[in-house]
Structure formats: C-alpha cells, structure tokens
C-alpha cells in the first residue's frame, strides 16, 4: 500500500510518500504529481520518500522520469538516498543519449 499526503507551505507543495512503491500505486503517484503541479504558481513541487519502504523497478522508472521532469525529493536514510543517487545516474545517462 502506498499513502500520499500533501503538504501545502508558501513555498513548496510536498508529496510526502508512506508504504511501498510498487505496481499499482505507481500510477497513483503519477496521477497525484500531475495534479500537484498544477497552480504551484513559484513553487516547488517535492515528493518525499522519507517514509517509503520499498521501490520497486517501475518504481524506480517513474522516480527516475519525475527527476527528468524537475521534480525535486527530500529522503532521509541510506536506502532512499541510494535508490535516489542510482536514479540520478540513470537519469544522466539518459539524458546524454538523447543529446
């Protein structure tokens, strides 16, 4: 299961994110960004991984698209730090073949 809180301040709107990443809530997640970024007006859209316990590989895929799309993250802990730094890479490489 995949729990999605929005947090509204004046200078952000947070997608804080609990439970588990996987199929289906990747859609879930898409969905909610989507319409998150709607009227940000200046500003940032966050998805914050601090609470999410697993990530599956379609997980990954849409983390590493939302990074592509200039969405920033907040994460707290070795593993979302590592599945972050991971994406980051692959989301480089990507980036540099379609160049």
């Known amino acids: 299961m995949l729990r999605i809180f929005t947090i509204e301040t004046r200078n952000e709107r947070r997608l804080a994110l609990e439970g588990k990443l996987i199929t289906p809530w990747t859609t879930e997640l898409r969905i909610a960004c989507d319409k998150a970024r709607e009227n940000l007006e200046d500003r940032n859209l966050i998805v914050d991984l ?46 540099e073949a379609t160049s």
């Open 50 to 95: 601090m609470d999410l316990t697993v990530i599956s590989q379609e997980g990954g895929n849409l983390l590493a698209a939302l990074m592509n799309d200039g969405v920033k993250f907040r994460y707290c802990g070795v593993f979302a730090k590592q599945v972050l730094r991971q994406l980051s890479r692959r989301a480089r490489a990507r980036l």
